[in-house]
C-alpha cells in the first residue's frame, strides 16, 4: 500500500512541472509574438499612406473642340488664284465674271500642266477641267487630261466622258483652244498633233499651237520651219515657248498675240459639238427610236 500511495504522489509531481512548463512555454510564444506585433504596428506607422490613383495621375491637358466651340479656326493658308472647284456652281461663276474660256489640249507629257504652273505661279497643285482665272488676260484657262484615245478602249471613253461633262457645265463655252506639244523631230510633233486635232477641226477657227521645251532647239531657224510645218494645221498662231520661261514672260507672250491666240470676239462662243465626239445624246431623239422599237414589236 504505502509503495502504490508513493507512486501516486510522483505522477502528481510530474503531470503539475509538465503543466507549468507548458504554462511558460505559452507565456513567452505569446510575448514574442506581441512584439512582432509591435514592431510590425511601428513599421506601418512609419510607411507612407497610399494616394489614391486620381491623386497620383499626371494632369492631362484640356483638349478643346474647336468645331463646337465659338473661337474661330486659324485660317492663317490662304488660296491663291483659287480654281472654281465646284462644277455644279461652276456655270455661275463664269456667267458672273464675263471672262472667255481657253482650254489647254494634248497627248500625256507635253507640258500642258507646266503651261499652266507657269499662268498660275502660286498655284501648287493645278487641277484637270477646272476654271483659272487669269486677270490680267481678262480669260480663264483650263487643264485637261493626257489626250489618249488610241490605246485602250476603256480609257478612251472615260476620258470622252470627261470632256463632255466639262462642257455640259460650261454650257459648250470654249472661245480658245490650245493644242500643246513639246518640241521634237517635227514628224513625231505633227503625229501627237493630229492625234488631238483630229477631233476638234471642226474649231479651226479657235485652234492655237504651243511648242514647249523650245529650249532643246538647235538652230534660229527652228522657228520659222515650224511655222511652215504646221500650216496643215491651219493655226491661228504658233507659240514657243522654252523650259526656262518665266511666268510675266508666258503672260506678256500671250498678251501680245492677244488679237490673235486669245480671241475676246468669242467670249460667249458655243462650241457646237453635233457630228464629233463629244456630241451630248439626245434624249428626245433616244425616247422617239425606243418607241418606234416598242412598236415594231408589239405589231409581231
Known sequence: MKNKQSQQRKLIQIQNSNKKEKVNLCKKDTSRIGSVINKT??????????????????????????ENSSKPKNTNKQMQQKPITDLQKQN????????????LLGAPGVGKTFIMHKLFPKEKNIKEFMLY?????????????????????????????????????????????????????????????????KYFRKFTNLISIVVTDFHLSESNEDEENLIKSLKIFQPNDVLFVRGDVKPEELTNQLKKKQSKIIK?????????????????????????????????????
Open 133 to 197: 482665272k487669269l486677270s490680267l488676260l481678262e480669260y480663264n484657262f483650263v487643264d485637261t487630261v493626257g489626250f489618249d484615245f488610241e490605246r485602250d478602249i476603256q480609257m478612251r471613253e472615260a476620258q470622252i466622258k470627261m470632256f463632255k461633262e466639262f462642257f455640259i457645265q460650261v454650257n459648250n463655252r470654249i472661245s480658245s483652244i490650245f493644242i500643246v506639244v513639246n518640241f521634237e523631230r517635227t514628224d513625231l510633233m505633227k503625229k501627237k498633233l493630229i492625234s488631238v486635232y
Open 92 to 103: 455661275d461663276k463664269v456667267e458672273n465674271n464675263n471672262y472667255p474660256n481657253a482650254i
Open 41 to 66: 504596428h511601428n513599421k506601418n506607422q512609419q510607411l507612407p499612406v497610399a494616394k489614391p490613383i486620381t491623386q497620383i495621375q499626371p494632369k492631362l491637358p484640356l483638349i478643346i473642340n474647336y
Open 264 to 300: 475676246k470676239i468669242n467670249q460667249f462662243n458655243q462650241l457646237n459639238l453635233k457630228d464629233t465626239i463629244f456630241e451630248q445624246d439626245d434624249l428626245e431623239e433616244q425616247n422617239i427610236l425606243r418607241t418606234q422599237l416598242l412598236k415594231k414589236m408589239i405589231n409581231k
